[in-house]
T-cell receptor, first 114, second 114 residues
Framework: DGGITQSPKYLFRKEGQNVTLSCEQN?????MYWYRQDPGQGLRLIYY???????QKGDIAEGYSVSREKKESFPLTVTSAQKNPTAFYLC?????????????FGPGTRLTVL | AQSVTQLGSHVSVSEGALVLLRCNYS??????LFWYVQYPNQGLQLLLK??????LVKGINGFEAEFKKSETSFHLTKPSAHMSDAAEYFC????????????FGRGTSLIVHP
């Protein structure tokens, strides 16, 4: 079955730690995205990538970093510089520009800072 | 720039009643419009999409939406609510050249009472 997988489903981080969220897709999509979701705030874009080895900052990129070394993979690192990282993180992909095409979402990772 | 307004952060209906979730958009170009559904602790899933073909768009799970250019609206409806429809619903607008992602609304939580 084609789809997007995110791991882990739940992640706990201590203050000052960097953590990496995994996102893998086997849909052969060029574009991939990371969103952050907080209660009542909808989806906020962190980073997106249209092709391998290229990515752009979204609206709330500070304190986050990404890489896109393979078409299938788009990991997100939440660094210690992110002051309030507790949130639900969603990865998505689309066959072309997300503005024109359906985005396919993973099941999400819930990150909690202890 | 494009924008989306979803009226009502929460909508409550009885099982069997009509579901109406409102979405108004702003766009300087012919819009691409999307409705996504999110069940608790899951990712988003596309319900339906408008791309300038028929103005009445039918989606999954019995939902449909009508594009009304004069009202800049794309409201989501379902004739008879089911308990399983309880979820968060997001409207999104895209279609701008050079814009790689759609603009999401803040979401509407649908509550279904037995």
């Amino acid at each position: 079955d084609g789809g997007i997988t995110q791991s882990p489903k739940y992640l706990f981080r201590k203050e000052g730690q960097n953590v990496t969220l995994s996102c893998e897709q086997n849909l052969n999509h060029d574009a991939m995205y990371w969103y952050r979701q907080d209660p009542g705030q909808g989806l906020r874009l962190i980073y997106y990538s249209q092709i391998v080895n290229d990515f752009q900052k979204g609206d709330i990129a500070e304190g986050y970093s990404v890489s896109r070394e393979k078409k299938e993979s788009f990991p997100l690192t939440v660094t210690s510089a992110q002051k309030n990282p507790t949130a639900f993180y969603l990865c998505a992909s689309s066959p072309g520009q997300g503005s024109f095409h359906e985005q396919f979402f993973g099941p999400g990772t819930r990150l909690t800072v202890l | 720039a494009q924008s989306v307004t979803q009226l009502g952060s929460h909508v409550s209906v009885s099982e069997g009643a009509l579901v109406l979730l409102r979405c108004n958009y702003s766009s300087s170009v012919p819009p691409y419009l999307f409705w996504y559904v999110q069940y608790p602790n899951q990712g988003l899933q596309l319900l339906l999409k408008y791309t300038s073909a028929a103005t009445l768009v039918k989606g999954i799970n019995g939902f449909e939406a009508e594009f009304k250019k004069s009202e800049t609206s794309f409201h989501l409806t379902k004739p008879s609510a089911h308990m399983s429809d309880a979820a968060e619903y997001f409207c999104a607008v895209g279609g701008e050249r050079g814009s790689y992602i759609p603009t999401f609304g803040r979401g509407t939580s649908l509550i279904v009472h037995p």
